[in-house]
């Protein structure tokens, strides 16, 4: 295409983002810890850490919100312990509360992952999208974490965790 036929909005930045097309990505932002260790003990599902929060604002008003998780090594400290994963989602000022799956449904017991002293350096991961209709809540997600009250890693001393969001137009 000539540079003439380039819309001007296109070459000086300024296109709005609900000028894009279905597909076209948004934004995308990541939280990543290196070298991290969380430790847990709690039967309850509890927020593995506040610094594993990653917040997003869509910026259009029916977008996908692709969430990705992935922490490199999980560890239950002592025989027969075990760790459980769900990722939990807060809106606005609301409280947190367990994403559900992308058809509606309440999310399972491992839906991060799960982790017990046959596997205790195993890897959690998650992939997921999360429908929000409002571009003035403020999203954040954040996994959660239980145990058998047992002392768990999410985080094992040398590993790493990373999350991230990308709002997908539609």
Same mark, same amino acid.
């Given at each position: 295409?000539?540079? $003439? ?15 894009? #097309?279905?597909? !076209? ?16 003990? $709690?039967? $309850? ?12 604002? #869509?910026?259009?008003?029916? !977008? ?35 994403? #559900? ?5 309440? #999310? ?27 571009? !003035? ?22 590993? !790493? ?10």
């Amino acid at each position: 295409m000539a540079l $003439s036929k380039i819309p001007t909005d296109l070459v000086s930045g300024t296109l709005a983002s609900s000028q894009l #097309p279905a597909g !076209s990505v948004l934004q995308s932002i990541r939280t990543y810890i290196p070298e991290s260790e969380i430790e847990v003990a $709690s039967t $309850s599902f509890v927020e593995a850490s506040t610094a594993c929060r990653v917040a997003i604002t #869509p910026k259009r008003t029916g !977008s996908l919100i692709y969430v990705d998780m992935n922490c490199t090594m999980v560890h239950g400290t002592e025989t027969s312990s075990y760790l459980r994963s769900k990722m939990y989602v807060k809106v606005g000022a609301g409280s947190f509360g367990a994403m #559900p799956t992308y058809n509606g449904n309440t #999310p399972g017991n491992y839906h991060v992952g799960y982790s017990w002293d046959g596997n205790i350096y195993g890897p959690f991961a998650f992939g997921g999208v999360y429908e929000h209709s409002s571009t !003035s809540d403020e999203l954040i997600f954040s996994p959660f974490v239980s145990t058998n009250g047992n002392n768990g890693r999410f985080t094992y001393p040398g590993s !790493s965790y990373s999350i991230t969001v990308t709002e997908v137009a539609q």
